[in-house]
């Protein structure tokens, strides 16, 4: 691991390394919402079995109890959407490939290099059963699809290499914390500043 910052003071000494042995967050816990994604040469996001987006479509709105007759008259977009978000949360994701890989659910500037590359998406009755409720409420939706813009949040922060561990040691060398896994360089964001005791804030200060 190489260290990306240190921070000293008279009592103990601070350092936050990459963590180049980051776990893929889509891995190693449960998640709320599942990323679709199709791509010639990467292999992102969650398994799944759909062939492409028409695919992924085609096999929500027959989930959904829809008819081949009603199949036929989704004619757009727009109209869709309108059917999938009355059992649905549903957000496109978007890839920006430059050299690294980044990903979002509003589009990158550059037409040449980023484009959508699928969708982060969790039904109804799924919501439902998470968070104990018979009904999705529109405040409840606006939280899902801040949860699920979080999840991608965090897969990016994976994408990029932005994942981060920290040792706090005595001026002695004798390590008094550690931890691993922390997405995002912000110690007030990832965690990190939760983990340290409130004796050391000012190492977290000089580091953020």
């Given at each position: 691991m190489s260290i990306y910052k240190k921070a000293q003071n008279g009592?103990?000494?601070?350092?936050?390394?990459?963590?180049s042995d980051a776990m893929c967050p889509r891995f190693e816990s449960e998640h709320l919402g599942s990323m679709v994604f199709w791509h010639g040469r990467y292999n992102l996001g969650d398994k799944h079995r759909y062939k492409d987006g028409n695919d992924f479509f085609i096999t929500l709105l027959?989930?959904?109890?829809?008819?081949?007759?009603?199949l036929c008259?989704?004619?757009s977009r727009k109209n869709l959407f309108e059917v999938l978000e009355k059992h649905y949360v549903i957000l496109p994701v978007y890839l920006y490939d430059h050299g690294s890989l980044t990903i979002s659910t509003t589009p990158f500037q550059c037409p040449w290099d980023s484009g959508q590359i699928g969708w982060i998406y969790v039904s109804n009755k799924k919501i439902?059963?998470?968070y104990?409720?018979?009904?999705?409420?529109?405040?409840?939706?606006?939280q899902v699809l801040s949860h699920l813009q979080l999840e991608v949040e965090i897969y990016d922060h994976y994408l990029r290499g932005d994942v981060y561990s920290f040792i706090l040691k005595d001026l002695d060398?004798?390590?008094i914390d550690s931890g691993d896994g922390f997405y995002g360089s912000n110690p007030h964001t990832n965690g990190i500043a939760?983990?340290?005791s409130s004796e050391y804030e000012d190492?977290?200060?000089e580091i953020a």
């Amino acid at each position: 691991m190489s260290i990306y910052k240190k921070a000293q003071n008279g009592k103990a000494i601070l350092t936050i390394e990459y963590d180049s042995d980051a776990m893929c967050p889509r891995f190693e816990s449960e998640h709320l919402g599942s990323m679709v994604f199709w791509h010639g040469r990467y292999n992102l996001g969650d398994k799944h079995r759909y062939k492409d987006g028409n695919d992924f479509f085609i096999t929500l709105l027959k989930e959904m109890g829809r008819t081949e007759k009603t199949l036929c008259r989704v004619d757009s977009r727009k109209n869709l959407f309108e059917v999938l978000e009355k059992h649905y949360v549903i957000l496109p994701v978007y890839l920006y490939d430059h050299g690294s890989l980044t990903i979002s659910t509003t589009p990158f500037q550059c037409p040449w290099d980023s484009g959508q590359i699928g969708w982060i998406y969790v039904s109804n009755k799924k919501i439902r059963e998470e968070y104990n409720v018979k009904r999705v409420s529109k405040k409840l939706r606006f939280q899902v699809l801040s949860h699920l813009q979080l999840e991608v949040e965090i897969y990016d922060h994976y994408l990029r290499g932005d994942v981060y561990s920290f040792i706090l040691k005595d001026l002695d060398g004798e390590i008094i914390d550690s931890g691993d896994g922390f997405y995002g360089s912000n110690p007030h964001t990832n965690g990190i500043a939760e983990c340290i005791s409130s004796e050391y804030e000012d190492l977290i200060k000089e580091i953020a």
